[in-house]
C-alpha cells in the first residue's frame, strides 16, 4: 500500500514537472513574440535594416517552440489524460501557441516593410505607428500574465483594449490618406506603413483572442462571437 502511494506521488510530481515545463516554454515564446514586435518598430523608427533582418530571424526560434509545445501538449494529453480545469489548460495552450506564432509573422511581415520604407525618404515623423505598438504589446503582456495568474479579470481589461488600437488604426489610416491624395509620390511609402498599422491591428486582434482564452481556460466559458450569436439567435 506505501508503495501504490509512494508511485502515484511520484507520477503526480512527473505530471506537476511536465505543466510547468509547459508554462515555462509558453512564456519563453510569449517573450519572443514581444521581442519581435518591439524590434520590428524600433527597426522602423531607426531606419535599421540589419535589426529588421534579426528580427526575422528570431520568428524562426518561435516557429521551433510552437511545435515543441504542440508536442508537449500531446505527450501530456496522451499519457495523464487529465480532465477539468487541467484539460482545458492544455487545449488552452494549444490555441495559444497558434495566436502566438501568427503574432510572430505579422511581426516579419512589418519588418518586409521596413525593408522596403528604409529605401525612402521617410514620408513622416512617427507618433502614432509606436503608441499603438505599445498599446499592443501591453495587450500582449497583460494577456500572458493573466495565463499564468489564471486571472479572468486581468484578461478582460485586455479584451476592452482592442477598441484603442482600432482607434490608432483608423486615425493613421485617414492620415495616410491624406498624404496620398495632396501628392502620387507618396502612395508607395503610405501604403507600406499603412500595411504595417493594419499588422498592429491584427496583433491587436490574436491578443484579444488570447483574453478570450484565459477566460475559457479558468470559467470554461467561449466568449467568442458573443454579440454575433445572440444577434443571429
Do not use: W
Request: aromatic share 4%.
Amino acid at each position: 500500500m506505501i508503495r501504490a502511494n509512494t508511485s502515484r506521488e511520484h507520477t503526480n510530481r512527473e505530471y506537476e514537472q511536465e505543466l510547468r515545463r509547459l508554462r515555462e516554454q509558453l512564456l519563453l515564446m510569449g517573450a519572443k513574440v514581444e521581442e519581435i514586435i518591439h524590434g520590428s518598430i524600433r527597426a522602423l523608427i531607426d531606419r535599421d535594416s540589419t535589426l529588421a533582418e534579426q528580427m526575422i530571424g528570431v520568428d524562426r526560434k518561435i516557429n521551433q517552440l510552437e511545435i515543441a509545445i504542440d508536442e508537449l501538449c500531446m505527450q501530456v494529453l496522451a499519457r495523464r489524460q487529465p480532465v477539468a480545469s487541467d484539460l482545458r489548460f492544455l487545449t488552452t495552450a494549444l490555441k495559444l501557441v497558434t495566436d502566438l506564432e501568427r503574432i510572430g509573422d505579422l511581426g516579419v511581415n512589418i519588418c518586409e516593410r521596413v525593408l522596403e520604407l528604409n529605401g525612402e525618404p521617410p514620408l513622416k515623423p512617427y507618433i502614432d505607428l509606436p503608441n499603438m505598438t505599445r498599446e499592443v504589446q501591453e495587450m500582449l503582456h497583460e494577456a500572458l500574465d493573466a495565463f499564468v495568474a489564471a486571472d479572468v479579470e486581468r484578461a478582460q481589461r485586455v479584451i476592452a483594449r482592442d477598441k484603442n488600437v482600432d482607434a490608432y488604426y483608423t486615425q493613421i489610416f485617414r492620415e495616410l490618406l491624406t498624404y496620398m491624395m495632396e501628392d502620387p509620390r507618396n502612395i508607395f511609402r503610405a501604403t507600406r506603413l499603412q500595411s504595417i498599422a493594419k499588422y498592429l491591428e491584427r496583433i491587436g486582434d490574436h491578443a484579444t483572442n488570447l483574453g478570450e482564452l484565459v477566460v475559457f481556460m479558468v470559467k470554461g466559458k467561449d466568449i467568442r462571437h458573443a454579440g454575433k450569436l445572440s444577434d443571429a439567435g
